[in-house]
């Protein structure tokens, strides 16, 4: 006989089973025992009367794996749980065998609203993960994943993976470093986004690319700002226009909607389709800021306020908190140096650059940012006269030499876009914190305390490697 799964068991009333799973709730009820038995899919009751049965049931625990096999059985009318898809039947059990027995818990499974703290969550995090609500986020993390895959391919798009061990890519944010073994002294760069990458597969002829892309930033965290990496929907299109690129994720996003309300019961709605435009100017003028809450009922969480904001300035004021690579001068880019400064406005660079305004688009859901992109700059000289603004020495501009070299072979005009998926996720669960929607993140001050990480090496690597450690 084959293992029945839980959400399996209505259909099968009258019907022999076999389950496997967790014990999650465990009682004892006069001669009785009753206990749930939980798996992927949900949880069932079972019901121990008598015999061997009997026995191993007074035996269990919670969060121990065992296997139950047993008759499915309808409950009585008043007994049905109306809460629950499996909350009209019970298993009569026959035969329970205890497969692995669990300690008990430093923080219940069963009962979610007696939360533990941050730190025991990570240290335990596979046990927080059994939590309903845990299990919820990451399912749906997965669908919003596997849905823009499949949207995404059917829109002629290819996914393909960038390299991890990289160089410095300018988002703005400080690098993490890899040392190298082969080449002592010398260091990789984990990628803070595949932006150089993808803007060469343009080059490269391949016209529509995406990635559900890891990216890596070393900054301070906020609640809906990883401490390290996160994952992006990075995207590029060649031969576009920024409509284009407008058009193209405005669609994701409403197809996404509608198939998570039809797929998952879900209450999504839209306070403004087709997605509001406002330029940066109004933006700020109107919410004193460009990242701006539309909803009509902050408190509704199936109300989704997306907005594009258009029309930002190319360049802001470099201050000195600005961890930028190009800092020197006192222009920095408002998005990033590869984007295109608006037709009209190129003359402007030579005269009045602070006035020059980009072809940047960032889209709002509920007063974050979720997404960000550009059309990008594809003449040379336009890009070496942005690198001049931001005050790059000749050596920095000697970093960047690969994509001007590549431009001179033949770049189609492109742009992209890249929706950030942890902050996408979170709103649409209804959390407040990155954490909740991201398997294994690292806390609030950039730890794992389940790994011990980050942690230190033996040191026979770093001699490998020709590092010293100078403790500061
Ligand atoms: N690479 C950019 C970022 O990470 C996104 C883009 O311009 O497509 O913000």
């Known amino acids: 006989m084959t293992r029945t799964l839980t959400k399996e068991t209505p259909q099968k009333v009258g019907e022999k089973v076999i389950l496997m799973g967790w014990v999650h709730k465990h009682r004892r009820l006069g001669k009785l025992v009753f206990f749930d ?3 992927r899919w949900g949880v069932v009751q079972v019901v121990v009367r008598e015999g061997d049965a009997l026995d191993a049931a007074k035996k269990i625990r919670p969060e121990f794996v065992i296997r139950v096999e047993g008759l499915v ?79 995404l391919t059917d829109h002629e798009f ?19 470093l890899v040392p190298s073994r082969l080449h002592n002294g010398k260091f990789f760069a984990l990628p803070q986004s595949p932006q150089q990458y993808k803007q060469l ?68 709605h839209f306070t403004q389709k087709p997605f509001p435009r406002l330029s940066h100017a109004d933006a700020v003028k109107q919410y004193g800021k460009d990242k701006f809450d539309m909803r009509k009922d902050k408190n509704d969480p199936t109300e989704l306020a997306f907005a594009w904001v258009l029309d930002f300035p190319l ?5 000195e908190e600005d961890y930028f690579h190009g800092a020197g001068k006192t222009l920095a880019p408002s998005h990033h140096m590869f984007t295109a400064p608006k037709e009209e406005d190129v003359p402007l660079l030579d005269t009045d650059p602070g006035k020059v305004r980009a072809y940047q688009h960032d889209l709002v859901l509920n007063g974050f940012e979720v997404g960000g992109g550009s059309v990008r700059i594809h003449d040379p000289k336009i890009q070496e006269k942005i690198f001049d603004l931001i005050g790059f020495t000749e050596k920095q501009k000697k970093n960047f030499h690969h994509m001007l070299e590549a431009f001179t072979y033949g770049v189609p005009p492109h742009g992209g876009i890249a929706p ?13 914190n990155l954490r909740e929607v991201v398997a294994f993140p690292l806390t609030g001050d950039g730890r794992d305390p389940m790994m011990g990480s980050p942690s230190e090496v033996e040191k026979e690597q770093l001699d490998e490697l020709g590092i010293q450690i100078i403790k500061t």
């Open 37 to 39: 038995l939980r798996d």
């Open 420 to 432: 950030g998926i942890d902050r996408l996720v979170m709103l649409l669960a209804g959390e407040k």
């Open 158 to 176: 290819v996914e393909v993976q960038t390299p991890i061990l990289t160089k410095s890519t300018p988002e703005g944010a400080r690098d993490y």
């Open 201 to 268: 597969l343009m080059v490269a002829g391949f016209e529509r690319y995406f990635q559900i892309a890891p990216c890596f930033r070393d900054e301070d965290a906020r609640a809906d700002r990883s401490p390290g990496e996160f994952y992006q929907l990075d995207l590029e299109m060649s031969f576009i226009t920024q409509e284009d690129i407008l058009q193209l994720a405005e669609g994701l996003f409403i197809a996404l909607i509608e198939h998570l309300n039809e797929k998952l019961g879900k209450k999504y």
């Open 315 to 319: 360049f802001t004021k470099q201050t």
């Open 73 to 151: 059985k309808a409950r009585g009318e008043k007994n049905v749980n109306k809460d629950s898809p499996m909350g009209a039947i019970e298993i009569e059990a026959q035969v329970i065998t205890i497969i692995t027995e669990a300690q008990t818990p430093p923080f219940e499974i069963e009962n979610e609203n007696l939360q533990a703290n941050e730190e025991l969550r990570m240290q335990y995090r596979y046990l927080d993960l059994r939590h309903e609500r845990m299990r919820k986020n990451i399912m749906l993390r997965h669908r919003v994943i596997h849905f823009i895959r499949n949207y």
